[in-house]
Every structure is written in C-alpha cells, then in structure tokens.
C-alpha cells in the first residue's frame, strides 16, 4: 500500500474531484467510465450482447505473475474486467478545469476518450491493479487497427519534450513525457508526474498492436531511479498481451 501514496493519492483526489462533474446527470463506475443513469438497463444488455464474441479478451488481460514481475512486488487480480461497447472508453480528465497539451494526452493515460475519438472500436475490456492500469480494443477491421497505430505513434513522437498540465479540484498535475521510441508494432513512452505537493512519480507507457486489438499498459513507480526500465517493463507486459490475441 505504501508504494501507492504520494502523488497518487493526488491523482486519486483530482480523479475524485473529475467525478463531481458527473453526478448531476451520470453515475460513474469504478474504473472511470459514466453510464447516464436514465439508460442503465439498456447499458448492460447491450454489455451482454458484446461479451459473447469477445470473451476472448479476458484472457489477453496480464496475469498476476505478469504484473508482479513488472512492478517489482506481489499483486493480487480482482477477477477479469467486463468486456463493454467501444463507446466506453475511459474520461480520467473530465471536469477537469483546464488541460493544457490536450492532444498528448493518449500518452498520458491508457484507453481515454480524447485520444480515441471516433475510431471503430467493437469491445474494450481495461482494469487497475495496484499501481497498473491496463486493457485491450477491439476495432472493426485489422486495417482500422493500423491505421489507429499510425496515427497514435505519430502523436506520441510529436509530444516527446511536452509537458500535460492538468487542474482538477484545486490540484494541478505536471505529466512530462519523455523517452517516446517506436519499435515495430509497439510505441513507449516515460511520463514523469509532479506537483507542487509529494514526490514525483515515473509512469512506464507501451501500445502495441496485433490483428484487430490494441493493447495498452501504464504502471506508476515512486521511485524516480525506476525511469529507466518503466518503458521497458511496460513494454514487456504488453508483448505478453500481444502474444494472447485471437488470431482467427
């Protein structure tokens, strides 16, 4: 637990203060996405109706040996996240007052919203555990897989040098981000977390791709001198998910 406090108990009361904005109209799930209360039942048959033919992407999810290796201590998996409509990506920045860099903000945060935009995803499944959040897309063709690729490596090599600043709740985050490196069909990047309050954090980035899914991973160190292997853990874990994607 004491690996957690620090700058992300910041991040956890700026995610917090993001939710307020969503109790007037929403009611928001563990793990950052908003379902409009008025549509619930329809929500979770819809939720039913995408689990069947993508059952698959549970088992592309890390293992907890997996995530264990890459963060250097124990961790414990809640059981396999839901498998959701591609239109329930994860909003980490919504209520947020103002964000600055907002087209880098992909590297920043796995499976956001503002990154995604209007690409043709079919099913996600994404997860937190301890200190690594990590998922899986499904998109409609292979074809919009790569092209979704291109256009994220892209924008990951255009916000190497740049710094997201993010003010939520009274709390303003500093994301630096460094060390972006493509190597075939996997982008990384170091984001490097600060504030005016606690110590910075160093958060490892991949995103990979194989067939119709996108996979990607982040895991947060508090240890700065963690900054350089957190790209390279990350990496590994998600060419462990890459290797579990359906092929047929």
């Given at each position: 637990?004491?690996?957690?406090?620090?700058?992300?108990?910041?991040?956890?009361?700026?995610?917090?203060?993001?939710?307020?904005?969503?109790?007037?109209?929403?009611?928001?799930?563990?793990?950052?996405?908003?379902?409009?209360?008025?549509?619930?039942?329809?929500?979770?048959?819809?939720?039913?109706?995408?689990?069947?033919?993508?059952?698959?992407?549970?088992?592309?999810?890390?293992?907890?040996?997996?995530?264990?290796?890459?963060?250097?201590?124990?961790?414990?998996?809640?059981?396999?996240?839901?498998?959701?409509?591609?239109?329930?990506?994860?909003?980490?920045?919504?209520?947020?007052?103002?964000?600055?860099?907002?087209?880098?903000?992909g590297v920043v945060s796995p499976l956001?919203?503002?990154?995604?935009?209007?690409?043709?995803?079919?099913?996600?499944?994404?997860?937190?555990?301890?200190?690594?959040?990590?998922?899986?897309?499904?998109?409609?063709?292979?074809?919009?897989?790569?092209?979704?690729?291109?256009?994220?490596?892209?924008?990951?090599?255009?916000?190497?040098?740049?710094?997201?600043?993010?003010?939520?709740?009274?709390?303003?985050?500093?994301?630096?981000?460094?060390?972006?490196?493509?190597?075939?069909?996997?982008v990384s990047a170091v984001v490097t977390?600060?504030?005016?309050?606690?110590?910075?954090?160093?958060?490892?980035?991949?995103?990979?791709?194989?067939?119709?899914?996108?996979?990607?991973?982040?895991?947060?160190?508090?240890?700065?001198?963690?900054?350089?292997?957190?790209?390279?853990?990350?990496?590994?874990?998600?060419?462990?998910?890459?290797?579990?994607?359906?092929?047929?």
């Open positions: 637990m004491s690996r957690m406090m620090g700058l992300s108990a910041l991040r956890q009361l700026a995610a917090a203060a993001a939710s307020v904005a969503l109790l007037v109209s929403c009611s928001t799930s563990g793990d950052g996405t908003s379902t409009p209360a008025t549509s619930r039942s329809s929500t979770e048959s819809t939720n039913t109706q995408v689990q069947e033919p993508y059952a698959w992407l549970t088992s592309v999810m890390p293992t907890e040996s997996e995530l264990s290796e890459a963060l250097g201590y124990s961790v414990t998996i809640d059981g396999p996240p839901k498998i959701r409509n591609g239109a329930k990506l994860r909003n980490t920045f919504i209520g947020s007052r103002e964000v600055a860099e907002r087209d880098c903000i956001e919203t503002d990154a995604y935009l209007s690409a043709p995803l079919v099913a996600i499944a994404f997860a937190s555990e301890s200190a690594a959040t990590y998922g899986a897309a499904v998109f409609d063709a292979p074809r919009s897989a790569e092209e979704t690729f291109k256009r994220f490596s892209d924008q990951w090599r255009a916000c190497d040098s740049r710094t997201v600043v993010k003010s939520s709740g009274g709390v303003v985050m500093h994301y630096a981000l460094s060390d972006v490196r493509l190597a075939d069909s996997i977390v600060s504030s005016d309050e606690g110590s910075p954090e160093v958060v490892g980035r991949a995103l990979g791709v194989s067939q119709d899914c996108m996979v990607e991973v982040e895991l947060v160190h508090d240890d700065p001198a963690d900054s350089g292997r957190a790209s390279e853990r990350a990496i590994d874990l998600v060419e462990s998910m890459l290797s579990r994607v359906k092929t047929s």
